[in-house]
Each structure stands twice: as C-alpha cells, then as structure tokens.
C-alpha cells in the first residue's frame, strides 16, 4: 500500500514536470513565433527549429549571448555535398518592420549596445561599425508600409512615392531652400539647396561661367567629368550635372538629415554614405575633376586643415573646389576670421583662386609639384612621407599631409586623360601601375562588351528599358561591364573587393566612378537601393576567406529593389548553392546558360540570372488597403 502511493506519486510528479516542459517549450514557441512571425513569416521559417538558425552562423535576434553563434563551422559552404548538414530553410524570417531602413554597419543602435567609445568631435559615430557576426540581424529587410515600384527615370529626378520614403521632416526643416515639397502621395524636387534656392542648374551654369567655362557648361568640352559633392542634401546638385555629361559622387552621412542619401538613390541619382572624419574616403587619389561644398558645415580648419587635405588628395592635378559659404564674402568678423586662416592653409597647399564670386569661391589645385617645392622648410602641412600610398583607403587613417605627384605625373604636368567619352574606351594612363598593356585594357573592353549584350538576350522582355536605373558591379576590376552600358540610362557604382588588386584608379579614370569594399561586410547603403547587381565571381572569392556566402545572399537582397535583378557569374557550385535559396529569398530564377561561350578563361563559369519578388509584410497590406 505504502510502496503503491509512493509510485502514484511519483507518476504525478513526472507526468507534472513534463507538462511543465511541455508548457514552457510552447511558450517559447510562441514567444519566437512573435518576433520572427509577427510580420506574416510563413511558420516554415522555423520549420527545422534551432538546427536551421545555428546553420545560419549568426544569431538572428542581435543578442548578447553568442555562445550559440560561434562561427567555427556553423555557416553553410559553397560546394559541400547534400546531407543533414546542408538544410537550407524554406524561408528566412523578416526582421521587424523597424529595420526597414537598416544599414548594418551605420546603425546607431548597434554603437550604444556595443558601448563603442567614439570621439563625436571627430564625427567617429558617423563612421562605419559593423556588428559581430553574432550581432547580425540575417533577416530579411521589410519594405516600408504602402511601399510601391519606384518612378522611373527620368521621371525619378523630379519625384518619388512618399511611402517609400515616409520622411518629410526635411521638406518642412528646409521649405525656404526648395529641397522638397510634399505634394499628396508624392515629395517632389524642385531643384533648390541651402545655396542655390533658385535651382542647381542656374547655380551649375554660373560656376561655369566663373571658370570661363565654353557656353557656361560646366563639363568643359568633356575634360570635367567626375565630381565629388560633399554633404550634398537630397543631391539636386549631382542631379542636374548629369545632363551635362557630368557624373558625381554625392557625399553624406546619416546625420541628423537621415535620408538625404535615401533620397538621392530613390530617384536614380549616384550617391554614397560616408563622411569626413577620421579615415579616408573609399575613393583612390587623383579621382575628381572638381569636389563641391555648399554650405556643407564642415570645419575645415579643424586639426592642421586634414579634412582639406582629403580634399587635395582626391582631386586631380589643377582639380577644382567650389566652396559656397558665407566666409568667402566674408560679412561679419568671424566669417572673416575664418576667411584668412582658410585663405592662408590653401595658400600652403598651393592651391590658387581660379575665381571668386558672391558667396562662393573655386580654387585649383596646381598641376605639378613646382609649388611644393618652393615652399619654405618647415611650411606646414608637410609633404606625405615617400611610402605612403595614397591609393590605400579601406580603413586608413587621413594624415594632415599634402600628396605630392609621382615623378611621371609631375612630368605630365596633368593627368593626361582624355576629354569625356573618349576616355571611356582609351586606355588610363594608370594602366602601366598595374604591368596592365594597352592590349590587355582593349580586350577586356570588348569582352565585357559581349557578355553584357548575352545578359540582356538572357533576360529578354522580362527586363523592359525602364527597370533600371541603378547599377552595382560588386567586382569591377577594371569597369568594362560599366562601360558596356554606356548607351543605356543607368549609372554604375563599380566596388573594387579590398582583397584584390585596387583598380578603382583606372575606373576613375575612365571617366566612371565607384568605392572599395569588403563583401565580408555590409555595403554603406540603405536598403531597396539598387535595380541590378552584377556579381562576378564574388561568391567564390568570399568563400575562400571563409566569410559566409549566405550573409551575402541576405545582404543583396538588403541592397536590391523590389523586381530589381541579380546577375551572378560564377563557377557551377556557386550557382547550385544559390539556387537552394531562391524560395527563401523569394527570388525568381529568370535564366540559366553556360557562360563558356564567353572566352576561353571562362569555361567553367555559369551564368544566373534571378529577379526579387515584390512582398509585403501584414502591416504593408493593412496600410496599402
């Protein structure tokens, strides 16, 4: 009897427990359910339970605990065979409709979870941070609530959907400079910024007109082709150089005008977000024909003129900066101040006024080292020390230096480009830092030529002319699939890989632009920016670092627009494994073909080409309806 209540009570209590088990792992179910299914995720996301997060690599909640998310060899690979270890999810959950914006290395909220100890003077906080592998949100990126296809260019210069970029502080912050106006589902451009109010192409032709500039186009005759616009607002500026054959590298950080660069890619304008802090722009010297500040509230004095400096290494020889300010008409005692000591650095820097009117100011930079070295010994800022490479950028450290022209240049006396468009298809002149041939850059221009004519027969109707606009090459190497796509109406951001050979120098000076980067990280862009990405080999190359080839499908989708498209040329494993994802990714395969056809040294690449599926979480749909 005593022995029977004994085990009675003890069934009780296993049957109580494992109720308790069952009760507390439902909760959790239902806990993780809210967070990755909140925003109508199909429960497919969690179909193969923790097995299918942990084979992610990363954590997919950002928390502290990365324990669970040790890297070791956790990231699905390229080329593995299939088994248990290959699960791929049907579906990945989508971050909460809060990220819609996030930029992964630019977000605010990871610098105060990380505790970073930033100098704000220094504008550090505005520069790239990227998360830890365990603090990865590898979610999907929602689009914003009512979100729509973008207007197409040209149309796209002049107004965009306001719900795709619900921001209109900056339309009531700057109503008396014509930035943008609210006008019902749409923010139109007028053309207007904090310098120019009666619009960019008025102000362009008169900084044309002060360099004596033919018919006051600012391109002169071609031999003014790429621009930098530093703290370039919603970029009307850039906007309206286009016309003139002129492409331009507008600047910003996401500061306290979070959106301007959002802004500028949403209507089809070059854009790029970064800032003038502590390292360099990912930009190779001798790359701008002329740099542009309009009202750009940067101290430019500030630690021995470095930000200045910057400005003097990305500039061509007799490169041009346009600075509107108030000091340069010099009104009250402090912007007079700050007139002289910026006159007497630049005189320093042997730059010269090429001409001087109202407000706004353009100096040159010299054309050989002559200046520099008549210079008194002692003349600050020095001369950059013989073994800096002023070509390294990815994460190097501005030095309060001047970058004097190498013995060849100096000779040259300029940069020896030629004039706009020819210099598309001329050998640069930078070719021989590379051992590169004349041969060599003519051949890999005319087989770029081909295969990007056997991208859009791949493609077909699917692509109408108007679907793109914004371009990434993610491996340039020397720019000849941009330059292939010359006669259509798109611009190309080309990314040189940090890890391969810096030929971003022969890009620019193909009269075309772009930045380094590293595909093990997130690009600084926000999400929906792009129409096409052209990814060459970048799988491969990722893959032999070690770096997670998954992180990079999520990334690109991040980067692509809703029905923008993804050209991917790369070995058979690659396209295999990426077309494992496509269901998750809710991406469409558009074509596959043998690439072999190509040129001989291609033999075994594979061309796919995918297209992004518009989707909307339940929260879009509430607010669409």
Known sequence: MSRGRSDGSQKKRVVAYACGVAIFIGFLYVYQGSIFGSQNVSSSALEYGSKSLKRLGVSYLGTDDASDSKQEDSSPRIGLG?????????????????????????????????????????????????????????????????????????????????????????AHEKSDQNWMIVKGEKIVFPGGGTHFHKGADKYIASIANMLNFSQNILNNEGRLRTVLDVGCGVASFGAYLLSSDIIAMSLAPNDVHQNQIQFALERGIPAYLGV??????????????????????????????????????????????????????AQDEEDRRIWREMSALVGRMCWRIAAKRDQTVIWQKPLTNECYMEREPGTRPPLCQSDDDPDAIWGVNMEACITPYSDHDNKAGGSGLAPWPMRLTTPPPRLADFGYSNEKFEKDTEL??????????????????????????????????????????????????????????????????????????????YPRTYDLL??????????????????????????????????????????????????ALHWEEVATADAGSDSDQDANEVILVVQKKLWLTSESFRNTE
């Open 534 to 583: 052209h990814a060459w080999s970048v799988f491969s190359d990722i893959d032999k670092r070690g770096c997670s080839p998954v992180d990079l499908l999520i990334e690109m989708d991040r980067l692509l627009r809703p029905t923008g498209f993804i050209f991917i040329r790369d070995k058979q494993a690659v396209i295999d494994f990426v077309k494992k994802y496509l269901t």
């Open 448 to 525: 770029w030529q081909g295969r990007v004519e056997n991208y859009w027969n791949l493609v077909g109707p699917k692509m109408s002319p108007k679907m793109v606009r914004n371009v990434m090459d993610m491996k340039a190497n020397m720019g000849s699939f941009a330059a292939a796509l010359r006669g259509k109406d798109v611009w190309v951001m080309n990314v040189v890989p940090r890890d391969g050979p810096n030929t971003l120098k022969l890009i620019y000076d193909r009269g075309l632009i772009g930045s380094i980067h590293d595909w093990c990280e997130a690009y600084s862009t």
């Open 82 to 170: 299939d088994g248990e270890d290959d699960i791929v999810p049907k579906s990945f959950p989508v971050c909460d409709d809060s990220h819609s914006e996030l930029i992964p290395c630019l977000d605010r909220h990871l610098i105060y979870q990380l505790r970073l100890k930033l100098d704000l003077s220094l504008m550090e906080h505005y520069e790239r941070h990227c998360p830890p592998p365990e603090r990865r949100f590898n979610c999907l990126i929602p689009p914003p609530a009512g979100y729509k296809i973008p207007i197409k260019w040209p149309q796209s210069r002049d107004e965009v959907w306001k719900a795709n970029i619900p921001h209109t502080h900056l």
């Open 276 to 329: 003038l802090g502590t390292k360099r722009l990912p930009y190779p010297s001798r790359s701008f024909e002329l740099a542009h500040c309009s009202r750009c509230r940067i101290n430019w004095l500030q630690r021995d003129g470095i930000l200045l400096l910057e400005l003097d290494r990305l500039l061509r020889p007799g490169g041009y900066f346009a600075y509107s300010s108030p000091e340069a008409y």
